[in-house]
């Protein structure tokens, strides 16, 4: 898939492609020249993909009808292989606007995962902004990359960094740090060394205990003010000619978001 300015709606060789079928059932496929994607509807040529304009329709072996489109970031990144939990569009969403993340922005980020939260990052921060994503798992480095590059093949504002960054971080006034990790108080000292003053540190964890000793440890630095968490919930509703109801299965807890801003510590007043 081409970057956000270069998108042509014919489809190309590499462009990822979802096909959902007549009982709206998804397919996420990597278009390769004489490939054949293969499901219980039958078979379609890769080869009879390229050159379709995205929003066709097009026929299995069998006859049976599919609409063809280049998928969303949100709908890529439900589909894209894990070996860890991802980050779901719905908090990818809360995450790059309760961080703030802006284009040409610098950002840090642990760790890497996947890549669905790197992916959102990369795009939000565009091709003039940075993101440095440190990663200590060797074995989660590739297949984070394969599934970064599938989407977004021109990744020239992205760099790795295996290492551990509970052990520090070698950057230097950076605008944003967004850690999924499971201790983030380990980090908040060199975070604060890290941060440009009005930098965010956002962390996104799963429990409210871990959110109450990452509280703590921002409380007892005196650098970060602006200390908030919030949860963000989604209910789909179905909507047809026939019925309007929420959807039988709500999309609820998956992680809080934590936000604090670098300060200047409070100086005591000068006595006069």
């Excluded at 299965?249 to 978001?257: C, N």
Aim: with cysteine; aromatic share 6%.
């Amino acid at each position: 898939m081409n970057n956000d300015s270069q998108i042509s709606s014919i489809f190309s060789e590499g462009d990822v492609v979802l096909l959902i079928d007549r009982r709206g059932k998804r397919y996420v496929i990597n278009l390769r020249t004489s490939d054949t994607f293969h499901s219980h509807m039958g078979t379609i040529s890769h080869d009879s993909i390229i050159g379709e304009q995205e929003g066709s329709w097009l026929y299995t072996s069998r006859g049976l009808r599919v609409l063809a489109l280049k998928p969303t970031m949100a709908e890529y990144i439900q589909d894209i292989p894990r070996k860890t939990q991802i980050v779901y569009p719905k908090d990818l969403g809360a995450i790059l606007l309760l961080g703030d993340i802006f284009p040409g922005a610098t950002v840090v980020e642990a760790g890497l995962g996947s890549g669905a939260l790197t992916i959102a990052l990369l795009r939000a921060v565009g091709p003039t902004g940075q993101v440095i994503a440190y990663e200590i798992r060797e074995e989660l480095v590739e297949k984070a990359l394969t599934n970064i590059k599938t989407y977004m093949p021109s990744i020239a504002n992205l760099t790795v960094k295996k290492g551990d960054i509970y052990e520090g971080i070698e950057e230097n006034q950076v605008d944003r740090i967004v850690l999924d990790l499971p201790e983030p108080w380990e980090t908040v000292a060199h975070v604060a060394d890290s941060l440009r003053l009005g930098g965010v540190l956002l962390t996104f964890l799963p429990t409210i205990l871990q959110v109450h000793r990452l509280g703590e440890a921002l409380q007892t630095d005196a650098r970060f003010q602006l200390v908030n968490t919030e949860e963000v919930l989604m209910r789909p509703w179905h909507v047809s000619p026939n019925s309007v109801r929420p959807e039988h299965r709500m999309i609820g807890h998956t992680g809080f978001i934590t936000t604090a801003r670098r300060c200047n510590p409070v100086k005591k007043p000068v006595s006069s």
